[in-house]
Each structure stands twice: as C-alpha cells, then as structure tokens.
C-alpha cells in the first residue's frame, strides 16, 4: 500500500519531503487504534534520485515507524 504518490517533473532530485496529515495518522494495537502526534507534520529524505519521463519510478523508504513517533494516549 503507498504511502504516498505524486506526479514529479523529470530530472534529478537531491530529497524528498512527504507532508503527513495527523488527524489521518494511527497506530493500531491488536483492536486498540491510539492517534500520534507528529510534530513536524513530514518526512524528510535526503538522497538523490533520479525520475526519467519514459519511466515510472518508485522510491521505497524503508524505516521503523515506531521509533519516530510519539503515541499519544
């Protein structure tokens, strides 16, 4: 399932900055669901990629969603 998906002009990019919408975003225990505060509403990543008009391309991140974030109970 996607985190995310936009359409992005073609060329080389130096990050990547994914905006998070809070009152959208959960953590989900067994049958228990508890919001989460994320304090700069974002996800940055600072790498290079490269998106060819030809292609389709995909930018997997690949992290530990429990360790950044605070529950808020």
Same mark, same amino acid.
Request: proline share 7%; net charge negative.
């Given at each position: 399932?996607?985190?995310?998906?936009?359409?992005?002009?073609? %060329?080389?990019?130096?990050?990547?900055?994914?905006?998070?919408?809070?009152?959208?975003?959960?953590?989900?225990? %067994? =049958?228990?669901? $508890?919001?989460?505060?994320?304090?700069?509403?974002?996800?940055?990543?600072? %790498? %290079? $990629?490269?998106?060819?008009?030809? =292609?389709?391309?995909?930018?997997?991140?690949? $992290?530990?969603?429990?360790?950044?974030?605070?529950?808020?109970?």
């Amino acid at each position: 399932m996607p985190l995310a998906t936009a359409t992005v002009e073609p %060329g080389d990019h130096l990050s990547l900055r994914i905006d998070l919408d809070e009152e959208l975003s959960k953590i989900v225990e %067994g =049958w228990k669901i $508890f919001p989460i505060r994320i304090p700069s509403e974002e996800i940055k990543i600072l %790498g %290079g $990629f490269t998106v060819r008009d030809d =292609w389709t391309t995909t930018v997997t991140l690949d $992290f530990d969603a429990e360790r950044p974030l605070i529950q808020v109970r």
